[in-house]
């Protein structure tokens, strides 16, 4: 399944949804993201794994962006399927990426700066906290 069909299985997808960490793994070509989200006052961590990874771009912060705050705290993201507007290149990089590739982009509203992924599969796993 590509990002755009399980985000189907939350309530607002993934608009308005909490990062809590990702990490890649490059050895795997896997990607992981755990996210917080709200369902009617009860929290939920929901899991998103990436298999097939081609493409994982973290773009830098503006630099008047409070990067390191002094609190841990989730980050704010809306996600968006990728464009060339929002990731220049991208046209002739879908080209080259392996059959059946889909591309997803999820923007930090902290940061304002995007994490762009492209992947072959993915998974949705939701978890009471």
Do not use: W
Request: proline content about 7%; overall charge negative; charged content about 25%.
């Amino acid at each position: 399944m590509t990002i755009e069909e399980l985000e189907r299985r939350l309530p607002d997808g993934f608009h308005d949804i909490y990062l809590l960490r990702f990490a890649v793994d490059l050895t795997l070509n896997t990607c992981a993201f755990d996210f917080k989200v709200d369902f009617q006052e009860s929290g939920k961590i929901v899991k998103l794994s990436l298999r097939g990874l081609s493409l994982c771009v973290v773009e830098p912060s503006y630099p008047d962006i409070d990067y390191f705050p002094s609190e841990a705290r989730p980050v704010l993201v809306k996600g968006v399927p990728t464009s060339e507007k929002i990731l220049p290149g991208l046209t002739a990089y879908s080209k080259l990426a392996p059959p059946g590739s889909f591309f997803y982009s999820f923007f930090l509203d902290s940061r304002n700066s995007f994490i762009h992924v492209g992947a072959t599969e993915a998974e949705l796993e939701i978890e009471c906290e």
